[in-house]
């Protein structure tokens, strides 16, 4: 697909860890990206993770792929942000534990706080997509930042995993079942089964009794810890995942995922994201607090009600943000 002009078909990816190697991988073998960056704090393991992978692009695509700085970021249509400790390293890998990825928080904000404003200074325009986890409060605290086009990868990945299970119950295709995780990407995520499909079929037997459908979601729910304990670290779905939603962008695909975004509503219920309809001042949850402690802010309240980049069904479209309003993932858009 030839990009329109004026419209960027460049990524950027910051953190050479197994999780942005998984993204660059896939974003270079979905092919949609003209010029992908990786950024990383040792400027040399970047360099060999792009030298490594240029030579296997070559059966691909055109693609011009180089290790830079944050400055190289200037003019990316979309940056993914997959700096941080992950779970293993920073001890969230125990299913007793409530707190689950958000045992991260602290860590990684402090990453994001050296990070974001350099990529907003290079790439102001660039949609930042945080892959680290926790993914949506991340999110709050890159708008707190000062960047306001921002999306999580949110529950998408849960999602494909809500899928895929539901599936091999039934024995059908996974691309043929209708299945959506709202909520956190972590233990507290929802399960939407009352809308769960095959074929615009509702789910039946043998996923409706209650011990079928609580032994499912902790399949789902707790996957990361099945795949750390086998490989050390959960790395490939979620680059397939994040490529994907790259392309989305890139594209201007106009496509309806549940993924993390600013949302005026403090509930998070599924939305058709609209121009300039999001606005600063509405009530502080759990998501917009836990992004004002990792900022240092002081704290306002705690609430149950889903976080403000809280994941979602949302429409991606492309218009630009109106003066003087904040943006929501309406603005996913190629700059």
């Not at 974001?116 to 605290?141: F, K």
């Not at 209708?178 to 074929?199: K, P």
């Not at 615009?200 to 795949?227: C, H, M, W, Y």
């Not at 300039?276 to 009600?305: H, I, N, Q, W, Y």
């Amino acid at each position: 697909m030839c990009p329109e002009e004026g419209h960027s078909m460049k990524v950027g990816i910051v953190g050479a860890g197994q999780v942005g190697v998984a993204c660059l991988s896939s974003v270079v073998a979905r092919g949609f990206a003209s010029e992908v960056v990786l950024v990383n704090r040792d400027r040399k393991k970047a360099k060999g993770v792009v030298t490594d992978l240029q030579y296997g692009a070559v059966l691909g695509p055109y693609i011009v792929l180089r290790d830079g700085e944050f400055g190289d970021l200037s003019d990316s249509a979309v940056v993914l942000i997959t700096a941080g400790v992950n779970e293993k390293t920073g001890g969230a890998t125990n299913r007793a534990d409530p707190a689950g990825r958000l045992r991260l928080l602290d860590s990684n904000a402090g990453a994001y706080r050296e990070i974001v404003p350099q990529v907003h200074r290079a790439a102001p325009d660039a949609v930042i997509m945080v892959v680290t986890d926790p993914p949506d409060p991340l999110a709050d605290l890159v708008r707190m930042l000062g960047h306001e086009r921002v999306i999580s990868t949110g529950t998408s990945l849960d999602s494909l995993r809500f899928r895929f299970h539901i599936a091999r119950r039934l024995n059908v295709n996974p691309a043929s079942v209708q299945a959506q995780v709202l909520g956190e990407h972590g233990t507290s995520e929802v399960f939407v089964w009352s809308s769960a499909r095959v074929a615009g079929v509702p789910v039946g037997a043998p996923l409706n009794t209650d011990q079928a459908r609580k032994e499912l979601e902790s399949e789902v729910r707790f996957a990361n810890i099945t795949i750390i304990e086998g490989t050390g670290a959960s790395a490939l779905g979620i680059g397939v995942v994040s490529a994907r939603i790259a392309e989305m962008i890139v594209r201007d695909e106009k496509a309806v995922l549940p993924i993390g975004s600013w949302n005026p509503r403090p509930r998070g219920d599924p939305v058709r994201s609209q121009r300039g309809r999001a606005r600063r001042g509405d009530p502080e949850t759990v998501s917009g607090s836990l992004a004002r402690r990792a900022a240092g802010a002081p704290e306002k309240r705690r609430d149950t009600a889903l976080g403000r980049c809280s994941p979602q069904t949302v429409k991606i479209r492309s218009p630009r943000p109106q003066a003087g309003r904040s943006c929501s993932t309406s603005f996913a858009r190629r700059p």
